[in-house]
């Protein structure tokens, strides 16, 4: 309950107490997004129980303050039957991304998934977002989509893209400038949606990419209309798998490459049935702080592609090449700058911060897979 009572300008005197964290490197971080002191950081191996400690002293202080200041929450559960926890569902996706995109870009920039990197060690801020680049090049290479160096003459890259679960539109803009295509992105978030189209305007790119306000079980697009339909970070938010992947492959044009990069839980070994019950209830607790419906291993998405009209399903599991990207995030949010957004945005985001220890838990413990899944359909 300490926290309800400070104001932001005496957090850091209160981190100070707290964490022996001081208001010079506090000021400091906020500078240079530099990581702070490894006590609070929860990213080194060689600190195993001050990580543990911390971790669970970050969720108290944080979750003390959201509490007393929790005014109302969207309960995503089932209680009213299927469809009104779908209706709860996607209200609760669409409000947690429109009140967290704007502190999200401040710190992070227009790209809202994980980096992919060579090893664990600690990168800068600048690294990550080069990182998160290259996610979106090592997908589009894993599902050989050709490069503009494979494809000079362009005549086989992508001339029609969907950014299913666009965010603010960092991928659709990106792969609109690197194949010279036009990219249309959908979110359940309207300020998603606005930002991106007023980036997109920015940059002088509102005749090639739009973004728009839709559902992707529900897809306001014809048949076969996209040679790449990408789905980053997205197929976790969505309650219907299959409905998702028959929507992504309606979409695609004969030929087309659907690209689906997401979190999973593992697959199950040939004597499971289920997931063990500490590793369930890991998952239902991020569930309720990232507004994600049950989860689902990537050999579900591939038997999911196998029942429909699509061929050279592939996948693979990226878990260890993501595996800097949390602890970083909560460093980040750990600056004063993180903290003082953090505290100035609602009860989502703030619960949306103290999920972020339980999915670096779930990543250790071997619960939560990055995975990739892609396929053709064939032309
Ligand atoms: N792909 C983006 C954003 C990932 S965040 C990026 O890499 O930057 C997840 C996104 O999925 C959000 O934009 C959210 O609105 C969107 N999303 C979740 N469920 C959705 C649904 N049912 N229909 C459309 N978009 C959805």
Known sequence: MLLTTLSTNQLPFFLSRRYGYSSKSMALAEKTQQRIPQAMSGGSSSNKNNNVGFISSWRRMVGAWATSNSTNSTDTSNEGGPS???????????????????????????????????????????????????????????????????????????????DVGCGIGGSSRYLTRKYGAECRGITLSPVQAERANAIALSQGLSDQVSFLVADALAQPFPD???????????????????????????????????????????????????????????????????FLPSWCSAADYVKLLQSLPVEDIKTADWTRYVAPFWPAVLRSALTWKGLTSLLRSGMKTIKGALAMPLMIEGYKKGVIKFAIIACQKPK
Request: hydrophobic share 35%; with cysteine; net charge negative.
């Open 84 to 162: 009104d926890g779908t209706q709860l569902l996607k209200k609760g996706i669409a409000e947690f991304y429109d009140e967290s995109s704007g502190i999200w870009e401040d710190i992070w920039g227009d790209h809202m998934h994980h980096g992919f990197y060579d090893d664990s060690s600690p990168v800068s801020l600048s690294d990550h977002r080069l990182a998160q680049i290259r996610m979106i090049d090592e997908a589009l290479s894993f599902a050989s989509v050709p490069s503009e160096e494979e494809d000079p003459s362009k005549s086989k890259t992508p001339k029609r893209i969907v």
């Open 224 to 290: 076969e209309q996209f040679d790449l339909v990408w789905s980053m970070e997205s197929g976790e938010h969505m309650p219907d798998k299959q409905k998702f992947v028959n929507e992504l492959v309606r979409v695609a044009a004969p030929g087309g490459t659907i690209i689906i990069v997401t979190w999973c839980h593992r697959d199950l070994k040939d004597d499971e049935e289920s997931l063990q019950s500490w590793e369930k209830e890991l998952l239902d607790k991020i569930c309720k702080d990232y």
